[in-house]
């Protein structure tokens, strides 16, 4: 069902329900004003007859009185007047054809009733009569109101659904009128060639709803853009950061087989080759780990104590700084829980620490700490280094970058991996060199909340 569809639906509903209230109360109101005015007339002059009765008294004097009444065409042009008593009419004049009320004379109340077919209304009003029980049935020819309800009632059922279907037509129209930017945005928007995303819709010059839609659909695409101008440059690098050692191990295989070799040189041609290939297979994994890091780092989460994480990987990193040597000190403030996919934030956690191994020299030290701020747990890894250049630091988190000055191999995929494991966990990852020398990388997640048992 399409948008205009339901708006026009939303429309009549809204316009039937105002309009047949309207109409119910237009009527009640019309019918009320009509049977009110009569009604009032006919009781008064009923009250001012039976009074006056009562103060002549049965006989001719009465009889007068219920004469001249049934007489009366102020209020319409048929009268009948009875005084009953019992089951003794006392008096009846006017239109003897005339219907009468359907009630019992000895029980009736006092109020206003209708004739038995419809024709006259009724006052019927109980008064003493001689010290006999009575009643004063004083009726009016009320066809010609009924007739007025009954037109207007015809009216109303005519105008009503001819108001409703202008009404709704209008409104399809205005609701088609009020979707055309929408669908002009829609045409505008298939126009766009997904292998060319630099095109913007135009917002125009009315800041409405559908500007703020199209302003929105703008940083869309040109966050798309972004996205995809980097997964081509990614896949462009990558490409290239693989066709180097291939062409290497190519060449080394080639030269190894081109005449025979004393098992040495083939023994060393195979290092040669076995290296490439763990650089390869290093940079495979790397690479896969950043296809599937969203999907993995979504799916498995759990509350890790990122104290006792750290303080794990150092334990497995020892035999390292033992070997090179270096100083390591690890400083954890108690437990500090967070949520996150454990092998992701381990794999962070490890590519700090190495990198602060591998790029301090023999005697150095490197410092590791775990502490809480703010709500965020905070993990800090710096060492005793040459430190970063200062033209290297806004890139260093840039896929396969690689400074100048960098002495050690590698493929620059572990800082950009550690910065998206850090973004995919809602925290943040940044670089400083310190001022008495080497470089720190700072790592903030949020701290789990409190679970409840």
Known sequence: ???????????????????????????????????????????????????????????????????????????GPRRRVRIVSGDRVIADFGDLAADLPPLDAAHAERGVRDGARGQLRFAIVPFELAGAAATLEDGVDAIAIRKSIAKLRESL????????????????????????????????????????????????????????????????????????????????????????????????LEVALARDRSPTEYAEALASALAEVVALCTMADQLLTFARLDQEAALAREHVDLGALVREVAEAVEPLVQAKPLALAVETAG??????????????????????????????????????????????VADSGPGIPSADLPFIFDRFFRGKARAEAGNGLGLSLSREIARLHHGAITAANRDRGGCEFVVTLPLALPQIS
């Open 335 to 380: 437990t500090l829980t967070v949520v996150a996919n454990p092998i992701h934030l381990k794999r962070l956690v490890i590519n700090l620490i190495d990198n602060a191994i591998k790029f301090t020299p023999a005697h150095g030290r490197v410092e590791i700490g775990v502490a809480a701020r703010d709500g965020l747990a905070i993990l800090r």
């Open 1 to 75: 069902m399409s948008i205009r569809l339901r708006l026009t639906i939303y429309w009549a509903a809204i316009i039937a329900a105002l309009l047949i209230v309207a109409g119910i109360a237009v009527f009640l109101l019309f019918e009320r004003q009509q049977w009110g005015a009569l009604d009032g007339a006919l009781l008064e002059e009923a009250d001012t007859a039976t009074a006056a009765i009562n103060r002549l008294g049965p006989g001719a004097a009465s009889d007068s009185i219920v004469v001249r009444l049934s007489e009366e065409r102020d209020l």
């Open 157 to 252: 059922l005519l105008i009503v659904p001819l108001i409703l279907i202008v009404a709704v037509s209008g409104g399809h129209v205005l609701a088609g009128r009020a979707l055309v930017p929408i669908i002009a945005l829609a045409g505008e928007l298939s126009r766009i060639d997904p292998r060319d995303l630099s095109r913007r819709l135009d917002p125009g010059r009315v800041n409405d709803e559908v500007a703020r839609l199209t302003r929105a659909i703008n940083a869309l695409l040109e966050r798309v853009e972004r996205a995809t101008d980097t997964e081509r440059r990614f896949a462009a690098d990558a490409a290239h950061e693989l066709r180097t050692p291939l062409a290497v191990l190519r060449t080394g």
